[in-house]
């Protein structure tokens, strides 16, 4: 059983910047991969972002690339939101596998899910 305990959302003007923490308690193996996924009001869960264990690999959603970066310190994920814009608004839930695989852009694919905080981009 693993826990995943996210923090760090809130309330942000367009352009501005926010970062995301979730640590990881529980049973966790040495694959273990952690990530982000969002859902905006009456929208599908959207995956964001992943990386590996040791932080060396990741992957990120068309929508966030080369504004979002996500890292790794043994048990705890980060997302570093910076540039953000209105459609960035959401719940964002840090989620978790047991390995790295082709298909971590399928939010179905991860086991283990956080309460999930809000963000919210505001002009």
């Known amino acids: 059983q693993v826990s995943l305990v996210e923090s760090g959302g809130g309330l942000v003007q367009t352009g501005g910047s926010l970062r995301l923490s979730c640590t990881a308690s529980?049973?966790?193996?040495?694959?273990?991969?952690m990530g982000w996924v969002r859902q905006a009001p009456g929208k599908e869960r959207e995956f964001v972002a992943a990386?590996?264990?040791?932080?060396?690999s990741t992957q990120y959603g068309n929508s966030v690339k080369g504004r979002f970066t996500v890292s790794r310190d043994k048990n705890t994920v980060y997302l570093e939101m910076n540039s953000l814009k209105s459609e960035d608004t959401a719940v964002y839930y840090c989620?978790?596998?047991?390995?790295?695989?082709?298909?971590?852009?399928?939010?179905?694919?991860?086991?283990?899910w956080g309460q999930g905080t809000q963000v919210t981009v505001s002009s």
């Open positions: 989620v978790g596998k047991g390995t790295w695989s082709i298909i971590n852009y399928l939010p179905n694919q991860y086991n283990d």
């Open positions: 990386t590996t264990s040791t932080g060396r």
């Open positions: 529980g049973r966790t193996s040495s694959t273990y991969v």
